[in-house]
């Protein structure tokens, strides 16, 4: 029998941008600010709607972060926000509970973010990018260098917990341009930076028409070099591309990382919810139009299916194993129901080529490992 975890993280997705960039494979879909502003008000009746539907399967739970993502929730006025949050505060106390949105840099309202802070958003994480204006007009950004940082100015006002998200190994960056990048983004002293490697998705209008990228060996560089740079700012890099001051680690995605339960609301958003020993995913319609459709006629996700034991062990592995402290050992049986001696060889195998390290608590990928994590979750496939 799986214990189902005591807290549960909350993921709200607003999906419309002004622009879809053209490397984006989120659920993110193009309308202008007139249309989002006819649209959010019936999408957020839908969002209360499903999260009533929800409310009693995890009644028993603390809701431990909320999260408000995209598309682009820096969109939405903060009274819609403000209803969603104080509704689900009716039946959930989340005076200790993390509550994120993310917010790009071209929508950036001082009054909004007023607002935001006094409706309970407690955390914004900011879209940067780059601060380079070649690289921002070449990503198709709708904002320029100095806005964003007159945005970080703005949220900074307000808001003291911070994450900006940059981007390295752009087209036709070089060293010395993401070392300026890096530079920029420790003077505004964020308490949470994300360094996320640019990967050409398919679906995408960069892999129709593929820019030209830093070789992976150059971009191996750059990544070092913000590993580099961030430790001397005492930044904790405690997941790939995750880094923080001690303290600040992002609540809401360190739950995903330990494999933990959550509920997602809005198109295209999915939850992974432990009941009654099972473990489930549920999937949303992508499309915006038809999610509110569905939700109009009382039907709250398009698929549900359980996680089969057999794929519990990889499920858990490939999320744990980004952390750079791995996992406590016994959260392997409490999430999953398997006793970790199931594993063991497999476990053996990867300590034995120098790609995982265990001690009497934990087990964690070593430096190696953290470049060769397909390797070691191949062994659990
Ligand atoms: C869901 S997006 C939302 C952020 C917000 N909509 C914005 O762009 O300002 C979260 C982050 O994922 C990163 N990201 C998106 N597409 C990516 C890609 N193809 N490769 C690497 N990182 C990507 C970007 O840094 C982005 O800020
Ligand atoms: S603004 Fe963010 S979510 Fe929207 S298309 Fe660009 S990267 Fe994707």
């Known amino acids: 029998m799986i214990p189902s975890p005591k807290s549960i993280g909350l993921y709200v997705h607003l999906p419309w941008c002004i622009h879809k960039c053209p490397y984006c494979d989120f659920n993110s879909h193009e309308a202008s600010f ?68 993310e917010a790009n840099p ?4 001082i009054n909004n973010f007023k607002d935001y802070a006094k409706v309970g958003i407690n955390r914004i994480s900011l879209g940067i990018q780059s601060f380079n204006d070649k690289h921002l007009k070449k990503l198709e950004r709708i904002h320029s260098s100095d806005e964003a940082k007159h945005a970080i100015d703005i949220v900074q006002k307000y808001f003291s917990n911070l994450n900006l998200d940059l981007m390295f190994g752009l087209p036709q960056q070089n060293l010395e341009e ?56 005492h930044y904790v890099h405690y997941e790939t591309s995750a880094f923080a001051k001690q303290g600040y680690q992002s609540q809401h995605n360190l739950n995903y990382w330990l494999f933990g339960d959550y509920l997602g609301l809005g ?19 992508k499309n915006p139009k038809t999610y509110i459709d569905s939700v109009h006629q009382n039907k709250f996700f398009s698929n549900k299916t359980n996680i089969l034991k057999n794929d519990l062990p990889f499920e858990f592995m490939m999320n744990t194993l980004r952390l750079t402290n791995g996992f406590q050992k016994n959260l392997f049986e409490e999430r999953t129901g398997i006793e970790l001696n199931n594993i063991r060889n497999q476990i ?34």
């Open 34 to 101: 007139d249309k989002v502003k006819e649209l959010e008000r019936d999408y957020f009746k839908n969002l209360i709607k499903e999260f009533s539907f929800y409310k009693e399967l995890i009644s028993d739970r603390q809701i431990s972060s909320i999260f408000f993502g995209g598309g682009t929730p820096s969109l939405i006025a903060p009274q819609l926000y403000e209803e969603l949050i104080s509704e689900i505060h009716t039946y959930f106390n989340l005076s200790n509970s993390e509550i994120t949105m």
């Open 178 to 233: 993401l070392q300026c990048d890096l530079q920029t983004a420790c003077d505004f002293e964020p308490n949470h930076l994300s360094f996320y490697h640019l990967t050409i998705e398919p679906q995408t209008a960069f892999y129709k028409t593929p820019p030209e990228i830093p070789s992976d060996d150059d971009a191996f560089e750059m990544y070092q070099e913000i590993n580099q740079q961030l430790q001397r700012y």
């Open 348 to 381: 053996n195998d990867s300590i034995s080529k120098e790609l995982l390290h265990e001690d009497e608590n934990i087990i964690k990928p070593t430096k190696k490992g953290v470049f060769f994590l397909n390797e070691i979750l191949h062994n659990f496939l």
């Open 267 to 285: 198109a295209g958003a999915h939850s992974k919810i432990t009941h009654y020993g099972e473990i489930f995913r549920m999937n949303n319609t």
């Open 106 to 109: 071209g929508t950036i309202d």
